[in-house]
């Protein structure tokens, strides 16, 4: 049986170089007694903020160097402890990076107090008064915002400093995940014996052509979360619980209210995105599944077979060199700036590869400020690995022009944006492939790994976000999350979306246990929103040529200086109304139409 390895024993080239981070844990110790000296520099601007647009301008300037070192110097520690969370150092030291993050916080927490307590068109006028205050103009606009949710300054300190103690639900369930759990092995029709982790079944059993392997490890993987959910849904009702009691002592009307303000999203397009798409995508999904079952020559279709291949032959290994060729390739449309950046990010060890005892399951992105990105991601030998690691370099690429044309404060943009320019990578990816050849076997090829992109966001994450709606409405109705209740709930949204079309067993509704979306606020929905965005400028570039592209790009430089609704409007999107939607949707189904067609 072959064994899972220990991070010593990857192949280095599989994994990323963090020296350009930090050199050793030795130089980020330094760094983080270095950015506490900086950040006692701060103490002096406490009370003087109303002094005058000078004053507010030095402390704004300094606080943003701050936390431009401080953010690289946590991404270090989360790095590390994503690529290895067995590792004792590694937790401790993200541990650590915990309690320096929120000691940064309660350090600077007094200047959105004070920023919030000064009268009324005071920041207007200092703007106008201070050149240096420009720059900051969008993000103090967003503050005042804020205003009457703020609390009072000693409080807000307190919740500051509390940050490490109420960020724990994410760190258990992580530390919970990767380095606790245990699978057993299980054995295909054949009798070869396979090892079964999070990773392994996330990022190969469940997409294997072996329907015995397939559904052993299916049986495997629910069987250990069916023996944890307990522990599971006590660490995710706290989290839920920190949200909704902050919503209601910051006053606002929900925690759905307080988390969409940071996200500049209205609740009309928050609905919109559910409530279009769950309705419209679910009768085109049901006939994805059934002709799934008649290709396949199944009896029935389980939950584990939703992510089964349709044709298993016509799916060949594809190298991590092979994959980063064809992805820059593709991505050429982009102009050589952009293709720089992807070319070192492919040559250069931006990327960890690896597949290891404690890694991070999934694949993210990392982009430090000042420095370049980092991806993560478990290499599974195939073309749906090439069009994971295309979307976190369309994150690593957009997070870059950002970087390059904006200062730390204005660099990121809304969530409700965040995932157009990943997507938009593998749609150019797709677009690219069919472009190569018009064999209809390969075109088949294609729209199934584009409906494998529109699945993950329309449908794995959709759906993440529909259980999200339900778990907030039921705890602020009073009812406790526990784990019956929560695979209950996840059971309605699965029953709802899918009919009868897929047989769901008991361990299906345990699919709540799987995503650490839930920990990071109402992330899940921006998948659809971002692949609703990309789907209709994937379709103008088309269009338009080059014009559309330049506007893509100067999109993705304008980083968080325009909310998200501007930003996809300059990009030539109106995602005010659900026309997008609906269009995205129609589009699924027309890939669907056609795939009907070919098999």
């Not at 507010?56 to 701050?66: F, M, R, S, T, V």
């Not at 991404?75 to 990076?97: C, G, I, M």
């Not at 050149?131 to 500051?160: G, I």
């Not at 054949?190 to 294997?208: K, N, R």
């Amino acid at each position: 049986m072959k064994q899972r390895r220990l991070r010593n024993e990857v192949p280095v080239e599989l994994t990323w170089n963090l020296d350009e981070l930090f050199a050793s844990t030795q130089e980020w110790e330094a760094e983080l007694e270095a950015i506490q000296d900086e950040a006692s520099l701060l103490e002096p601007f406490k009370g003087t903020l109303q002094a005058g647009a000078s004053r507010l301008a030095d402390c704004l300037e300094a606080q943003e160097a701050l936390l431009a070192r401080s953010t690289r110097a946590a991404t270090y520690a989360r790095l590390r402890f994503s690529e290895d969370s067995s590792n004792p150092q590694n937790q401790a030291n993200s541990t650590r990076s915990g309690d320096f993050t929120s000691g940064i916080g309660a350090a600077i927490s007094f200047i959105r107090s004070e920023i919030l307590e000064l009268p009324e068109g005071t920041i207007e006028g200092y703007i106008q008064e201070e050149a240096r205050l420009e720059p900051f103009r969008k993000s103090l606009n967003d503050l005042l915002e804020t205003k009457r949710h703020k609390l009072s300054a000693e409080t807000e300190a307190v919740l500051a400093s509390l940050g490490e103690v109420l960020g724990a639900p994410y760190n258990i369930y992580q530390r919970s995940k990767l380095s606790d759990l245990s699978f057993d092995a299980v054995q295909d029709a054949d009798g070869v014996t396979h090892p079964v982790s999070f990773a392994l079944f996330e990022t190969d059993y469940e997409f294997s052509s072996n329907t015995s392997l397939r559904r052993a490890s299916y049986e495997s993987f629910s069987k250990t979360l069916e023996q944890y959910q307990n522990t599971f849904a006590a660490i995710y009702a706290t989290e839920v619980k920190r949200q909704v009691v902050t919503a209601r002592l910051r006053g606002y009307d929900s925690a759905t209210d307080m988390l969409l303000q940071p996200q500049q999203v209205t609740k009309e397009m928050y609905t919109n995105i559910l409530d279009v798409i769950l309705a419209e995508l679910a009768p085109h999904m049901r006939r994805l599944m059934q002709l799934k079952k008649k290709v396949l020559g199944l009896d029935q279709l389980l939950f584990s077979d939703l992510k089964a291949p349709f044709d298993p032959d016509f799916n060949p290994p594809v190298t991590t060199e092979e994959a980063g060729q064809t992805i820059l390739e593709a991505l050429r449309i982009m102009g050589p700036e952009y293709t720089e950046l992807m070319e070192q990010a492919l040559s250069e060890r931006w990327i960890d590869y690896a597949d290891n005892v404690g890694k991070s399951t999934g694949a993210f992105c990392a982009s430090p400020y000042g420095k370049h990105s980092y991806i993560l991601i478990t290499w599974g030998g195939n073309m749906r690995s090439a069009f994971t690691l295309a979307h976190e370099l369309g994150h690593a690429g957009h997070l870059m022009l950002a970087a390059r044309n904006q200062r730390y404060t204005n660099f990121r943009p809304s969530l409700y944006f965040i995932e157009a320019p990943s997507t938009m990578n593998e749609l150019l990816l797709a677009e690219h492939i069919m472009k190569k050849s018009n064999e209809p076997r390969m075109k088949r090829w294609v729209i199934l790994q584009m409906l494998n992109t529109y699945y993950h966001n329309f449908v794995t994450h959709l759906l993440e976000a529909d259980m999200q709606r339900r778990v907030y409405t039921a705890a602020e109705q009073g009812e406790a999350l526990t784990a019956k209740k929560l695979s209950s709930l996840k059971g309605e949204v699965l029953s709802e979306f899918w009919g009868d079309t897929v047989e769901l067993d008991s361990r299906a509704h345990l699919t709540w246990m799987r995503q650490p979306h839930y920990y990071m606020g109402l992330y899940p929905y921006t998948y659809a929103a971002g692949l609703t965005a990309s789907t209709a400028v994937a379709q103008l570039i088309q269009e338009e040529g080059q014009t559309a592209v330049e506007r893509w790009l100067e999109v993705l430089k304008a980083g968080g200086t325009m909310n998200p609704l501007d930003l996809m409007k300059h990009a030539g999107v109106d995602m005010s109304e659900p026309k997008p939607i609906q269009s995205a949707v129609a589009y699924v189904g027309s890939l669907i139409d056609e795939l009907e067609r070919l098999f």
